[in-house]
């Protein structure tokens, strides 16, 4: 096993202050983590993580050894590794496999190191721990007691290999629980993407056309964020039914073609490939905007928009432009890779409080229960859910209501008659 593999470990000092900042604004995984120290219920436990590496996701890993583990992590992607955060970790004697801006080699050679850990429980963003396992290392799946998946992209590809009969050892869906997207992929996603875009370009969103390319939890979060800033917004679905729900939400809705020739900002968030690509930017306006809020870089097709340009050059941190012929111009941010983490530091410490705590607690729950599970994608068990929902209630210092013995008894009856 490789020591930590990162890019500078002087910029220590500053990735702890970020770690420390975002661990006083984490309540639900704090109270987490006074029970994980006192159970540990992970000691000699290996447990691999690929999840954006910034500073909430250092907090997660420091959360896990708290409870016993022996701790690798990697990112999930290659520009949202922040490389002070990786050094704080490595310091802290964890073992950290990741630097900003990875080629492609690299970034695969880290997901590689963090899993010579041979690791019993892995924690996946996106999927590339489960795709190495079932490609490269399957040498190693014997050894995986079982995992979980943080986002949406994650949990198709799972599907997909459980569908297939492939699936080498279980996973829980955390996307898929209700305090994961009912609050990290709308609220989080609506307000990380558009920190990102504003601090990147510096431009005023009131009174544009923002034009949101997939309309599912995320994509609702992004919308409902934009219309708050004065945008009007267009939605693009191949989904009849979230075409309706956003009709009914007060979006303007239209095929991708027509909506190319009126937006001003584009935000793809679909989890699909080549949602913007060749024919969508030849009808665009000069100054188009494009971010993409998917996991992987293939939401925008970059190699139709270079194919497409006749110039391009970097004209502020994080923002391509692409000269088209006549003179029009077009923007790419961040790569089109994941522009809240690419180019803003991803979602709220508050909403990855909920979900990094059902992270923590559905490994918990696949050490414990591993032995009784066949190789499937689970959904979340609603007891876990419920516990985060309990907590983060606690932590707001709101009291909610309970049912009566009466009115348990009558609204888990067949019989309402006297």
């Not at 002087?10 to 006192?38: S, T």
């Not at 075409?243 to 989890?271: K, P, R, W």
Request: proline share 3%.
């Amino acid at each position: 096993m490789k020591a930590s593999v990162i890019r500078d470990i002087g910029l220590a000092p500053g990735g702890r202050l970020k770690i420390d900042w975002v661990r006083e604004h984490m309540p639900v995984l704090n109270a987490i983590r006074k029970e994980f120290e006192k159970d540990k219920p992970f000691k000699g436990v290996r447990v691999a993580l690929s999840i954006h590496l910034e500073a909430k996701t250092a907090y997660l890993a420091e959360v896990m050894r708290a409870g016993g583990a022996e701790v690798a992590i990697t990112g999930s992607n290659p520009l949202s590794t922040q490389d002070d955060v990786a050094a704080a970790l490595a310091e802290a004697g964890l073992n950290v496999y990741a630097w900003y801006n990875a080629t492609a080699g690299e970034y695969r050679d880290h997901i590689l190191e963090t899993l010579e850990t041979r690791p019993r429980i892995i924690i996946d963003d996106g999927g590339d721990l489960v795709n190495a396992l079932h490609n490269e290392r399957r040498d190693l799946a014997p050894d995986i007691i079982g995992g979980s998946e943080e986002t949406t992209t994650g949990v198709i590809r799972l599907r997909a290999l459980d569908k297939a009969g492939k699936l080498l050892f279980p996973m829980l869906a955390v996307n898929d629980a209700l305090c994961k997207y009912l609050f990290d992929n709308r609220y989080g996603t609506g307000e990380s993407v558009w920190s990102g875009i504003m601090r990147t370009t510096n431009l005023i969103v009131a009174g544009k056309n923002v034009v949101v390319l997939g309309y599912g939890w995320c994509g609702r979060g992004v919308a409902m964020k934009a219309k708050g800033l004065g945008a009007r917004v267009i939605i693009c679905e191949v989904d009849p039914v979230k075409a309706i729900e956003a009709y009914m939400d007060g979006c303007q809705v239209m095929n991708s073609l027509d909506a190319a020739a009126v937006g001003d900002v584009f935000v793809t968030v679909t989890g699909c490939r080549d949602i913007l690509r060749g024919a969508h930017y030849s009808r665009m306006k000069d100054g188009a905007i494009l971010a993409n809020a998917g996991h992987f870089d293939v939401e925008i097709n970059k190699p139709e928009l270079e194919a497409a340009s006749v110039g391009r050059r970097m004209v502020r941190k994080d923002i391509e432009e692409f000269k088209m012929p006549g003179g029009r111009k077009i923007y790419l941010l961040g790569e089109g890779r994941l522009v809240n983490l690419a180019a803003g530091d991803g979602h709220p410490a508050e909403i990855m409080d909920m979900s990094f705590a059902l992270q923590a607690l559905s490994a918990r729950y696949v050490l414990e229960n591993g032995n009784k599970l066949e190789n499937h994608a689970y959904d979340v068990p609603k007891e876990l859910d419920r516990r985060v929902a309990d907590l983060k209630l606690k932590s707001l210092d709101i009291q909610i209501d309970t049912l009566s013995p009466e009115q348990d008894e009558y609204i888990n009856s067949w019989n309402h008659g006297e």
